[in-house]
């Protein structure tokens, strides 16, 4: 294949671009804000599920509570009536067992209260928590919403950049043949490579130095011949800086 030297060099350009956008990609492909945000989300994960013990021990607490607090109302609802009887007189025998009632209920009472402070105190611990927990996950939920809009500007920024750079891509192949153009895409296709400068006899694609044989083939080929490394098959452009003139 006969391409001029102006063209064979125009692949370096493009092969320059092509090694941009594939940088841009892997860029893309693992952004540090992606790691992050996983790490969050993990940690958010677990966070969540120790809140949800909190607050179902919160919530058993808050049960207990109530139905203390209804003991004592029924205690004191029942001390009320003994002591309305009793104030309304009766037998001595009837009296008597009004009286012991009365007592058990105060002393009922008594526990009751001992108790439902022991659970108000618990409750208010498990409050705390809760409240801890959650504040706790809405800072979590503050930095994952951050992470998630660092992630899409620098994947606004990278799209820019990729739109740029294939503008300027398809702008210089445009002025590439055809058919050099698919050759280079061609080997592209098979290696990452679809051409390199040729540098003191080394291939800028494998880094290859030819020798020998190889050598000889390049050297005497012409300026206008395409010419294709013997060992990566990427296209070599020959210029001052090949070492072969």
Known sequence: MKATVTEQKRLLDLQQIDNALNTLRH???????DA?????TAERDGHRIELA???GAQEDIASEQAKLEADSAMVEQRLDRDRTRLAAGGSAKDAQALEAEIQSLVA???????????????????????????????????????????????LDRLNAETASNLGQ?????????ADL????????ARGGIGAALLRQRACGGCTITLTGADLEEVRR???????????CSCILVRTEESGIW
């Open 36 to 40: 992050h945000i996983r790490t969050l």
């Open 53 to 55: 013990r909190h607050v």
């Open 221 to 231: 080929a012409p300026a206008d011949e395409v010419v294709q490394c013997p060992e």
């Open 181 to 188: 153009l698919a050759l280079y895409e061609q080997r592209r």
């Open 108 to 154: 009922r009472r008594g526990v009751l209260d001992e108790v439902l402070l022991e659970v108000m105190e618990r409750a208010e611990a498990a409050e705390a928590r809760v409240t801890e927990a959650r504040d706790v996950d809405g800072r979590l939920g503050e930095e994952l919403t951050r992470a998630a809009a660092e992630r899409e500007a620098e």
């Open 27 to 33: 860029r893309a492909r693992s952004l540090p804000q």
């Open 169 to 177: 891509r398809q702008a210089l192949a445009d002025l590439v043949d």
